[in-house]
């Protein structure tokens, strides 16, 4: 399986942006970056994911390298209930493990505030 | 409707017991998804379920027995489980492969 690599843990304050990195060498060319987080007590909540070129939504913006080896979340100004575990996963399309979403170990996020 | 529903919410089972944990989507997803997660841990991936057939068993014990019996509807069957299966399980559902999962608030199951 397509394995990526994220630091343990992550501090940010209270409305001051955040970079979650996350380095995926093993990238296939057809494979999917997703950005999940975590709340406690709580099921995986997605929160982005894209290809090729850089992704925004409501919740966050994706940038992905141009080799697509490594990708950041970028959370534009962080607030406390952005406190959780954010996992980058590489969702498979072609293959035996087709579909599948394989959870790394996570980023775990403090917000100070 | 974007939610999917587990129930229950919390079940507490000795290990001769036979429990199921029921999960429920109406958003039209063909694909669901069932994941077990220790404390601490991210979640594992046990069985994916495509148009209702089994695609992905992760050599998943067979004390967990799975079963979707519609398109909307995703059961694990639980039977002479042991105490290291105490764990949230995690149900989800998507569209198709590429597109982003929905996740359920799990069941959090012990075993006494």
């Known amino acids: 399986d397509a394995k990526t690599t994220q630091p343990n843990s992550m501090e940010s304050n209270e409305e001051e942006p955040v970079h979650l990195p996350c380095n995926h060498s093993?990238?296939?060319?057809?494979?999917?970056i997703h950005w999940y987080r975590q709340l406690p007590s709580q099921g995986p909540e997605y929160v982005i994911h894209?290809?090729?070129s850089n992704v925004n939504n409501r919740m966050a913006s994706l940038a992905i390298a141009e080799d697509r080896k490594s990708s950041t979340l970028i959370l534009h100004r962080a607030t406390l209930r952005d406190a959780a575990v954010y996992y980058c996963?590489?969702?498979?399309?072609?293959?035996?493990?087709?579909?599948?979403?394989?959870f790394g170990k996570g980023t775990k996020l403090s917000v100070k505030p | 409707d974007t939610e999917v529903t587990q129930t229950p919410k919390h079940l507490v089972m000795g290990m001769t017991n036979k429990k199921s944990l029921k999960c429920e989507q109406h958003m039209g997803h063909r694909a669901m998804y069932w994941y077990k997660q220790k404390a601490k841990k991210p979640p594992e991936l046990m069985f994916v379920y495509s148009y209702e057939k089994l695609s992905i068993n992760e050599s998943v014990p067979s004390r967990f027995s799975p079963e979707c019996p519609n398109s909307s509807l995703l059961n694990l069957h639980l039977h002479a489980l042991q105490p290291e299966d105490s764990a949230l399980y995690l149900c989800?559902?998507?569209?198709?492969?590429?597109?982003?999962?929905?996740f359920g608030s799990g069941t959090q199951l012990s075993v006494l």
């Open positions: 989800a559902s998507s569209q198709l492969y590429k597109e982003k999962l929905f």
């Open positions: 996963i590489l969702r498979v399309i072609y293959g035996g493990s087709q579909g599948n979403l394989i």
């Open positions: 894209g290809l090729t």
């Open positions: 093993t990238i296939s060319g057809t494979d999917y």
